[in-house]
């Protein structure tokens, strides 16, 4: 065996032996692709000659379902472009496993152990023999409720705003597809400013956000149990639910006191205008992306809240980005554990263990050093202010795509520092964790314990 041929095994057996590592390269991939297509000519409306900058970071950002731009997506890009823009989204939303998977399952009518625990990975399925039966529920569900909000919003488009109706089919699509993979990308440029108190847009666009930040277990296991009534919901199920009902209704209220009666923001606005504009400042960072005010006009109080809300982020195993809901909620409930003395972590009627506990922590801590990191990279390459770089940084971390309209004019290390948050954040911590590690040792005895002093 030749030299490069032991090289090609190692490779092939390092990879094979741990699949989670082949879902970064598969996005590396699939950006890649989507860079070299972006700059083709065809891609841009002026046809110049090839950028790589816009090309490879408008790519990061839609396959990361992330929504951070450098140029204007409607002015700048092609139909050709922005087909390519929406297809991008689509197949980061869904997972380029997942896709992968959903692929053989076409061609091959089956599954091989190795594809269905790569799909496992990328879908967050714990039972293997549930893959299938998961990948199609999922394609299902995407691409259904993908064409319930398109036609709501194409209806809209042409009856209300004297769209062709092809262009208000197309206008529909793409803004339901990139809100139900809480991607962010508008065919406006001033984002959905313009529709900020139309509700046949803004509660649309909302609900499809919600859907897809909830995850795709969640729903699973919500249509699966409504022919099951007894059936108790599962911890994941309760605290995504939960989490996200108690995050929208706070910060609804938190930010609408903070901008209802600011001019710059909803204070213009007509009552109605103010609520659906207050709601889209509540569910837009569960990383979605779009926005209906100028992030760069709101309060200091608001851009630290929004902070908070881009870093929890949604579902797991949907197209919310960030730590999740249920790192966060976990986090909560081990310090109550703590504080009550008690040493085994429950939610309702069943325990956590702590394997768990310390996945959360993990997720939560790597988090917090890569937009620790992230953002010092940018005050060094950036002559903006901390809350601005911070608020940069956490949106692309979180894959949101919000910005205070800094992003156009960074140059291009700082590009590349917020393309590194996108893809991390897009991955996960604990993914790129795994893809690093080339092995897993389980300790086959217990050293002798020893408590140092905590705080």
Known sequence: MSAQERVRTAVKTAVLSNPVRLVPIAFVAAILAGAGLLMLPIARIDHAAPTVMPALFTAVSAVCVTGLITVDTPTFWTPFGQ?????????GGFGIMTLGTLLALVVRKQLGLWTQLVAASETQTLALGEVKRVLLSVARIMFTIEAVIAVVLAARFWAGYDYHPLEALWQGLFHAVSAFNNAGFALYSDNLMGFVADPWIIVPVCTAITLGGLGFPVIIELLRGGSRPKRVMSIHVRLTLYGTAVLLVGGFAV????????????????????????????????????????????????????????????????????IKITTFLLLGYAIWTEVQGRDQVTVGPRSVGSHTVRQAVSVALLGVAAV?????????????????????????????????GITYDIPTSAQAVLMALMYLGRIGTVTTASALALHTHRRLYRLPEERPIIG
């Open 255 to 322: 930010l609408a006191a903070f901008e209802w009666n600011r001019p710059e923001t909803l204070g213009e606005l007509s009552t109605g205008g103010k609520i659906l504009g207050a709601l889209g400042l509540a569910v837009f960072p569960r990383t979605a992306g779009f926005n209906s005010i100028n992030y760069g006009e709101v309060s200091s109080e608001t851009l630290l809240i929004t902070d908070v809300l881009m870093f929890i982020g949604g579902g797991s195993g949907g197209t919310a980005g960030g």
């Open 83 to 91: 087909a390519v823009i929406l297809g991008l989204i689509q197949i």
């Open 372 to 404: 620790m990191v992230g953002t010092i990279l940018m005050l060094l390459f950036t002559d903006y202010t901390l809350e601005q770089v911070l608020f940069e940084s956490v949106s692309a971390f979180a894959t949101v795509g919000l910005s205070t």
